[in-house]
């Protein structure tokens, strides 16, 4: 079991594995790259480099696997965009550069776990689309040829063979995979440390700064001095703005439902939807007599769905429409994914620093994919190679594929601040129940109030330490998530999740319980630098 994660959720991956503990950094300490978060898309490049003997130091702020890779689905399958649409919008080439980094970033992690002898369920398997026919996408033949001309091995097949539904007509991806992620991180960590290369957790990362020629990383327990930092914090904390608005945080859901053993074909499937749903199978013990059918999808904006949970109830009853031996529910978790505005993921150079500063964000559907290209990549270039996915991956890409998502991001974003200007979510604290929270209006403030299952209340300012929006509850998680750049924070106010990198401010509730429901104006001698917008 995991000691810390970013959430009140528990995977089906958390409860059937333990990864190693490590110390937190308390000292100042040099070596050749840092590496700043412990999930895939860190310790693999941690890895990676150590094999090229370079000195490596990795630091995550909780710990090995608690951010978003112990809430992923952990499958290998083609890219969210699917092959049609990267060949329309991008071209041929950079159709196929992206199928072989797909392809090789399989083959990496299957090389790895036979190398170093980790046993964490690695599995080929085949995968397959098949469209809707009242919405989605629908021409499959499209999809087929271009994923064919990219090199992908595919084929038409008139359903998706063994299963109790008719799905009609599907897309055959062959020689797709899976396996169990935090099984996977704890070989990695093991394989990094006999590699010579140092784990901190517990170690909250605040801040770089440096030059071409060396870089030093603030951290909550000292400074590491480094050649090359490479941040690989789902969505990077060392951009204020830029990376920020070519991405957008959405919550992702998924359940866990027992089925009997053989029930259900050991496929991966992916429906074209909206919303879509896709599945996977995980056999929680090789002694179990029983399957979990992990099921997905629901995705909406990070703090723009204050009680999500009947996202779970409507992913359940996707589920037994199609699953009807489907028994009961095991496991609800929900996980964050940062969706790039052009389709494919960014990998490499921080565009905002000097050129020994990388970044791996942009994950999309694809987070164990994209992770491990980004961490291939980002080894190349630091060990001074070639590598033709470079400006596929480049952050410094403009946005003008994808325009239009682009600009209904951005708006989607700036009208988040006129919260500000919004009463309370609620008239008074006597309305939070216990283990809920709600962001209430006190004078020219927006307080996040929380109230603990013994009845006392813990105020904190609602405005997200990031670019300062208003930060609203999320009943499922037990956290205050950003609606603007998916930051999230929890009950103490510490945060979970980037980019922002600082705590909620603690704030004192006046005497009485009434909180005006309708915005006061700032008194006329200024306004108050810790609320509101940032201008």
Known sequence: MLEETNGASVSVWMNTAAVPVFSALSEDIEA????IGAGIAGLTTAYLLSREGKQVVLIDALGIG??????????????????????DTFGPGTAR??????????????????????????????????????????????????????????DILPRVPGLSFDTGRCVRYRNQAQFHPLK?????????????????????ATGIKGNSRLQTVATSGGNIKAKAVVVATNTPFNDRV????????????????????????????WDTGDPYYYIRLETPAPDAGHDILVVGGADHKVGQDIHPEHRYDEIERWARDRFPMAQAVEYRWSGEVMEPSDGPAYLGRNPMDDNNVYIITGDSGNGMTHTTIGAMLITDMIMGRDNPWEPVYDPARKAVHGIADFVSEQANTL??????????????????AA??????RQGVHKLAVYRDEQGGLHAMSAKCTHLGCVVHWNSAEHSWDC????????????????????????????????????PQAPASHGRNESDGPHR
């Open 97 to 154: 550069l992206v199928a072989d980094s797909f392809a090789r970033a399989t083959a990496l992690v299957e090389s790895i776990a036979r190398q170093e002898g980790i046993d964490c369920e690695f599995e080929r398997l085949d995968g397959y689309l098949y469209a809707l026919p009242a919405n989605g996408f629908k021409d499959l033949d499209k999809e087929c040829e271009a994923a064919r001309r990219a090199g992908v091995d595919v």
């Open 483 to 518: 609606p603007c750049h998916g930051s999230r924070f929890g009950l103490d106010g510490e945060v979970l999740h980037g980019p922002a990198v600082s705590s909620l401010e603690a704030m004192t509730l006046e005497a009485g319980d009434m909180m005006p429901n309708t």
């Open 242 to 269: 830029a990376m920020h608005t070519k991405q957008a945080g959405y919550r992702t859901y998924v359940i866990g439902m027992r089925v009997p053993k053989g029930a259900v074909p050991r496929i991966l499937l």
């Open 415 to 432: 009208s988040q601040y006129g919260q500000w200007m919004t009463g309370g979510e609620v008239d008074s604290v006597q309305e939070i």
């Open 66 to 87: 608690a951010g978003e890779t112990g809430r992923t689905t952990a499958h290998f399958f083609p890219p969210d965009e699917w092959y049609v649409d990267i060949e």
């Open 184 to 204: 996977y991180l704890g070989g990695l960590a093991h394989a990094l440390v006999r590699n010579g290369g140092k784990i901190y957790g517990g170690t909250r």
């Open 32 to 35: 050749d790259v840092c590496v």
């Open 435 to 440: 283990g809920s929270g709600a962001v209430v």
